[in-house]
């Protein structure tokens, strides 16, 4: 018996090489000989030579990581804290003050980059990491909000209960029984706090200091002159780094399942 064609399966697959047939062309002209990427001349790998001697786009590479992993371990503390305070409180305008809460994501990034910019100026402080690391830390929070938020209503609230009858203070039932609970979500908001902050650069060219650059800015401000196939062979390599890391981490998961 022949299967029954689905016009569900010709929107999958159109779906799938949309977004996927970029990144593989991506990588295809990483290995492009030509500085030009309109055509593919033949196969060379001196486009990763070349990154492997780039200082400044090495260093711009390393200030984002940097950059991505303060702003979302600030984030992290002050969004869990504040999902899981906003959960026991019990007041009129808790509804306003969780909307409030998620305002950063959605203001348009060019007026949040202006009002950091105007805010930073104000108080006479120097542009540089700091202030792009209050300015991430800003947009970073909700994301993880809203995920631990979203987490802490699917949990059984008895469990802490039980905690608490039988002698735990209200620190200890948070790091031995909320926290466990809630660390997928965090984590989740986490990597995805990570993302936006290593992906933006409207904000960041606002607060940004003269000598600093991150990767997105510095990619940005190479658009001006031409983007070489080196930008390609460094979106190779933190493609390849970012799906070993899935792999791995579908690997332990599965691993984990199995034991339990």
């Known amino acids: 018996m022949k299967k029954k064609w689905k016009w569900s399966n010709l929107y999958l697959a159109i779906m799938i090489l949309l977004m996927y047939f970029p990144l593989v ?4 002209f990483s290995f492009n000989e030509s500085r030009l990427s309109a055509n593919f001349t033949g196969f060379s790998l001196k486009w990763y030579e070349t990154l492997a001697n780039d200082r400044d786009l090495k260093e711009a590479l390393f200030n984002s990581i940097l950059l991505g992993v303060l702003s979302c371990g600030i984030s992290a503390v002050i969004g869990t804290l504040g999902a899981v305070g906003m959960a026991r409180v019990k007041y009129k305008t808790k509804g306003m003050m969780e909307y409030l809460s998620t305002i950063p994501i959605m203001i ?7 009002v950091f910019l ?8 120097p542009f540089g990491m700091t202030t792009l690391v209050i300015a991430h830390t ?11 938020k979203a987490r802490l209503v699917g949990i059984d609230k008895s469990l802490e209960e039980a905690a608490r009858d039988l002698g735990a203070g209200p620190i200890r039932t948070f790091f031995d029984i909320t926290m466990p609970l809630i660390a997928p979500a965090v984590l989740s908001g986490s990597l995805l706090a990570f993302a936006m902050s290593f992906d933006d650069v409207v904000i960041s060219i606002f607060v940004n200091g003269p000598r600093l650059n991150t990767l997105p800015v510095k990619v940005y401000a190479q658009l001006k002159t031409g ?25 332990l998961s599965k691993r984990a399942e199995k034991k339990y």
Not at 25 to 28: A, K, R, S, W
Not at 108 to 114: F, N, S
């Open 108 to 114: 348009p990034e060019i007026i949040l980059g202006m």
């Open 118 to 125: 105007v805010f930073f100026s104000m108080l006479n402080l």
């Open 227 to 251: 983007v070489t196939p080196e930008i390609n062979a460094l979106c190779t390599i933190i493609l390849v780094v970012i799906t070993a890391v899935l792999l791995l981490s579908s690997f």
């Open 25 to 28: 062309m991506v990588v295809i």
């Open 138 to 148: 800003t947009f970073c929070i909700p994301y993880i909000f809203m995920m631990v």
